[in-house]
């Protein structure tokens, strides 16, 4: 059975970090295109990070570039989200996401429009508070 499970998020003052976990279960993440989103109550999914198939472009939302990194580790079948200097305005359950379609070739912009196609986790928490 096809599985994300996120782990890695908790509380953490203002200028913190943290690194949010996706661990891909009867699928392998290589040469998918794969993201992080987050969703609060009442609001949109909103993209956060993205990395094509190819592993050679990502997409970074305004609110967070230069403060968050996405990667992917092909051995452990894991993707990661590295937030730092988090922000109170960073407050939200983080999803992690990858396309079905492995070897297809997938932008770093087109993983970042949230689908129900997509492979989706069940949410980890992150809550940014002194």
């Known amino acids: 059975q096809v599985q994300l499970a996120e782990s890695g998020g908790g509380l953490v003052q203002p200028g913190g970090s943290l690194i949010l976990s996706c661990a891909a279960s009867a699928f392998t993440l290589d040469y998918r295109a794969i993201g992080w989103f987050r969703q609060n109550p009442g609001k949109d999914r909103e993209a956060v990070a993205c990395?094509?198939?190819?592993?050679?472009?990502?997409y970074y939302s305004d609110s967070v570039k230069g403060r968050f990194s996405i990667s992917v580790d092909g051995a452990k079948n894991t993707m990661y989200l590295r937030m730092n200097s988090l922000k109170s305005e960073d407050t939200a359950v983080y999803y992690c996401?990858?396309?079905?379609?492995?070897?297809?070739?997938?932008?770093?912009?087109?993983?970042?429009?949230?689908?129900?196609?997509?492979?989706w986790g069940q949410g980890t928490q992150v809550t940014v508070r002194s």
């Open positions: 990395l094509s198939s190819s592993g050679g472009s990502t």
């Open positions: 996401a990858a396309d079905p379609r492995r070897g297809m070739d997938i932008t770093a912009q087109v993983m970042c429009v949230p689908s129900s196609t997509q492979y």
